[in-house]
């Protein structure tokens, strides 16, 4: 069976490398000049790396972590531990830590005891409201789907005090939006992870590049399996055949068409909606795309003259739009470059930031990064990278898991696969990984019922 994937971010690779190697011959198209989409990483003219985004892995990402076993490639990242270190000027560096040594969830309860910006009330409270979410069970945390989780918070009597100290930031980092704008589902979701799974909390980042540590090896491997990798081929089209109801092709931009007998969308839903023919538009399945909006966001990198945060692990911030950031050259060892900070920013929520130009906006970083780390003012800022993604994870606004559609389309022959698609876990490269897995299942269900073999023989 020939299969072809638009796209050649996290599903799309998975989707790929996993039918490949159960013999089907791939074909992935990606619009850029690099693969991984919303995980990528490039050069710079200086020969330095710039990645779309800070990539956080978590001992949650089961499915991720097994696919990256599987292949080879299970030794990718640099783990840390299970900390959430908070900065801010009020209170400096304090840290929620899961205690090793006490089961769960108590090893969680115990961390928010530590945490020093919140009064010994503020964690009383918060400790008792999440009692529910984390005695409880995924069919609870998906009925509250309905409403933002600040909303929820505060509904079950935690205050406005862990909401501003930690919750804001975790959503930020889970989705770039604040609490009161996010499904309560969201983060419910996360947190039933964290307390349930011992090893859930441990968080890691690449080695290095993804580029080179997981997405040029994955090609490797795909094209050994006689699949093909095209980079610079954007669809801009598809032939959709309204009677037989299948596609008979994906149209690239220069006109030219590729054919196949299953065809995957592994792109942005912002991007799929966009070519998607009219006639399709019928179905409510494509129609209810348009609830599923993407989030803005940047990532910034700043390269300074020496060593800034000090800190081998990710940090988190209160009450600034630096969410989550980092020292590349402390917590990817392939980026150590000898005492000088690579520090990367997720800079969100970005809407109102987004078109600012960029000096305007390193800048604006600038002060609220010093204001959290004064002794960055003594160091010479040597250059610095901009990423501005307009669309990038869907926004888990409330009620709208709903419109999640399922891998497989009322379109015989056209599967979905991305984050975006209905999965139990959250918008993230492990949602992206669980959502491949179940298009390949989708499509091999197709074969065995002969919807498939019945394309390949009309195409």
């Not at 013999?23 to 990645?51: I, M, N, Q, T």
């Not at 030794?75 to 908070?86: L, Q, R, S, V, Y």
């Not at 770039?176 to 799974?197: C, G, I, N, P, Y």
């Not at 906006?361 to 901009?386: W, Y």
Request: glycine share 10%; net charge negative; proline share 5%.
């Amino acid at each position: 069976m020939r299969v072809i994937i638009a796209g050649s971010g996290p599903s799309g690779m998975v989707v790929a490398r996993t039918l490949a190697g159960r013999g089907h011959e791939v074909v992935v198209l990606e619009k850029r000049e690099v693969p991984g989409g919303k995980v990528s990483a490039w050069r710079d003219a200086d020969g330095d790396w710039v990645e779309s985004g800070l990539h956080v892995f978590f001992g949650a990402y089961h499915t991720l972590l097994g696919f990256l076993g599987e292949h080879g490639l299970g030794d990718t990242f640099n783990w840390k531990p299970a900390e959430m270190i908070f900065a801010s000027e009020r209170h400096g560096m304090a840290g929620i830590s899961f205690v090793p040594w006490l089961p769960t969830p108590l090893n969680g309860l115990a961390g928010v005891l530590k945490f020093t910006p919140l009064t010994l009330g503020d964690k009383l409270r918060m400790g008792l409201g999440l009692l529910r979410p984390i005695f409880g069970d995924q069919s609870y945390v998906d009925q509250q789907d309905d409403q933002s989780y600040a909303a929820w918070h505060l509904r079950h009597g935690m205050g406005q005090r862990s909401l501003d100290e930690v919750m804001h930031t975790m959503a930020l980092a889970l989705n770039f939006q604040r609490a009161d704008k996010v499904s309560a589902k969201l983060a419910l979701t996360a947190m039933l992870h964290f307390a349930h799974e011992k090893n859930a909390p441990k968080m890691a980042l690449v080695k290095g590049s993804p580029d080179t540590n997981i997405w040029r090896p994955l090609i490797g491997q795909i094209e050994g399996l006689g699949g093909q990798v095209l980079l610079g081929r954007r669809v801009a089209s598809m032939l959709y055949d309204e009677p037989a109801n299948e596609l008979r092709g994906f149209v690239l931009d220069d006109g030219s068409v590729i054919q196949g007998d299953a065809y995957v969308s592994a792109m942005p839903v912002h991007s799929l909606r966009k070519v998607l023919p009219d006639a399709l538009r019928q179905f409510d399945y494509f129609d209810n795309l348009k609830h599923l909006k993407g989030s803005p966001v940047i990532t910034m990198q700043l390269f300074f003259d020496r060593q800034i945060a000090g800190v081998d692990n990710l940090l988190f911030s209160a009450g600034t739009h630096l969410s989550v950031y980092a020292d590349m050259a402390m917590v990817a060892p392939e980026y150590h470059n000898g005492g000088q900070s690579i520090m990367q920013f997720v800079v969100a929520p970005a809407e109102k930031l987004i078109g600012m130009p960029d000096d305007e906006l390193v800048r604006f970083v600038m002060d609220e990064f010093t204001r959290l780390h004064p002794v960055a003012r003594e160091a010479t800022l040597l250059k610095h990278t901009i990423v501005r993604i307009p669309n990038s994870v869907y926004q888990a606004l409330p009620g709208v898991d709903q419109y999640r559609p399922d891998q497989a389309s009322p379109v015989r022959n056209l599967f979905l696969a991305g984050d975006y698609t209905r999965q139990h876990f959250l918008a993230s490269i492990e949602g992206a990984t669980i959502s491949g897995k179940l298009c390949v299942e989708r499509i091999e269900s197709a074969v065995a019922r002969g919807d498939l073999a019945a394309a390949a023989a009309t195409a």
